[in-house]
T-cell receptor
Framework: NAGVTQTPKFQVLKTGQSMTLQCAQD?????MYWYRQDPGMGLRLIYY???????DKGEVPNGYNVSRLNKREFSLRLESAAPSQTSVYFC?????????????FGPGTRLTVT | AQKITQTQPGMFVQEKEAVTLDCTYD???????LFWYKQPSSGEMIFLIY??????QNATEGRYSLNFQKARKSANLVISASQLGDSAMYFC???????????FGSGTKLNVKP
């Protein structure tokens, strides 16, 4: 199993450009998450998807949109990138069921907006 | 109000000594889970240990143990016999049973001195 994969690993955008961050998991997990981590900070939830076909806002959703394409894939779109969106973006997933399940994280996407 | 508070931005510990990383949380949900993750300089998130709100005993995983004090709403991570490889950022996180969201603290950067 590859676990949680993210593409791309690195990206540089100019202000105003758009892009989509891709995330996929092969563990048959129900719930998927997008976080951002700013330098020296913890993870802040952008959006999450409790199950296929549903998405909900997290703490910092402004400037982002998401799509839960199917059970495996959850993408994050920046429509008009801003320098404040420079960050490391992590995707994570968990299986359905017990609260004991920890999140499985992807390797992250390092995004710089100039 | 912050859901998870980690008050130690940085800590030093001598190799082979024990260290405690503090975490306090805020929730009104009677059912919740508490997690600790390690993030080395390479950036990946590594799950360390879990404690459930109804667990009677403190969780342990190898050199990691969780000092869970429910009345004080604290879930401190204890690392015994520190190793140089323990140098990393450590994040405390909480999942409330009623919601499918995780909340992360701002992290503690641990440096292990030889």
């Amino acid at each position: 199993n590859a676990g949680v994969t993210q593409t791309p690993k690195f990206q540089v955008l100019k202000t105003g450009q758009s892009m989509t961050l891709q995330c996929a998991q092969d563990m048959n997990h129900n719930s998927m998450y997008w976080y951002r981590q700013d330098p020296g900070m913890g993870l802040r939830l952008i959006y999450y998807s409790a199950s296929e076909g549903t998405t909900d806002k997290g703490e910092v959703p402004n400037g982002y949109n998401v799509s839960r394409l199917n059970k495996r894939e959850f993408s994050l779109r920046l429509e008009s990138a801003a320098p404040s969106q420079t960050s490391v973006y992590f995707c994570a997933s968990i299986p359905a069921g017990q609260i004991t399940y920890e999140q499985y994280f992807g390797p992250g996407t390092r995004l710089t907006v100039t | 109000a912050q859901k998870i508070t980690q008050t130690q931005p940085g800590m030093f510990v001598q190799e082979k000594e024990a260290v405690t990383l503090d975490c306090t949380y805020d929730t009104s949900d009677p059912s919740y889970g508490l997690f600790w993750y390690k993030q080395p300089s390479s950036g990946e998130m590594i799950f360390l240990i879990y404690q459930g709100s109804y667990d009677q005993q403190n969780a342990t995983e190898g050199r990691y143990s969780l000092n869970f004090q429910k009345a004080r709403k604290s879930a401190n991570l204890v690392i015994s016999a520190s190793q140089l490889g323990d140098s990393a950022m450590y994040f405390c996180a909480m999942r409330e049973n009623n919601f499918n969201k995780f909340y992360f603290g701002s992290g503690t950067k641990l440096n292990v001195k030889p």
